[in-house]
């Protein structure tokens, strides 16, 4: 099980770098503010509905890095008006505990003001080198992103980060109301 860790995406011309590190408790503000947005509500699975609710979604991002089956970093531009860095969104790596089979989940989210700036790919590009380079190819094959059909800026993200669609899934309720794709980013040979 790898400890807390600290990742870095370089700045592009129009967008400054990002540092993605485990959620801290500190991070519920920017957390509940970004919940505000009805967009991110639709796409991010069940809604944060004020302080409580994302003290505890903290939690359990960090009971996730305790049991070694669910990394969650808060993906954050670095600014310099801004010293701890503004929250920009979410990368979630998620592995069976046992590893049981030689796949894993990644999942996102992108905060409203951050759309359309290359975080979430490149977040995902982080987390991605990550974990191959954590986890030996006996442990992890490949990578399984899924997202609803009906939602195609999540398809994007995963084709820039070269996630190749697999196939459409079925419905899952709750989680999964509408059926989704697969996409799959194998280990690099």
Sequence with gaps: ???ATTLRADATPSAPALLLR???????????????????RRWAGPP??????????????????????RFGFAVLEERADVPQGELAGQLI???????TSR???????????????????????AVTDW????????????LELLHQVDNPASCRVAEKSRYVFDRVL?????????????????RPA
């Design 1 to 3: 099980m790898p400890a």
């Design 22 to 40: 485990p959620w801290r408790p500190a991070d519920v503000p920017a957390l509940v503010d970004a919940f505000r947005d009805p967009v991110l």
């Design 48 to 69: 944060l509905d004020g302080r409580a609710d994302a003290e505890q979604w903290v939690r359990d991002r960090e009971a996730g890095w305790e049991a070694g089956s």
């Design 93 to 99: 790596f998620k592995k069976d505990v046992g590893f």
């Design 103 to 125: 796949s894993a989940q990644v999942g996102y989210w992108t905060a409203a003001h951050a759309r359309g700036r290359g975080v979430a790919p490149r977040a995902l590009e």
């Design 131 to 142: 974990a191959f380079a954590t986890w030996g190819p006996d442990v992890l094959e490949r």
């Design 170 to 186: 079925p419905p899952a309720p709750p989680t999964f109301p509408r059926e989704g794709h697969l996409h799959i980013r194998a």
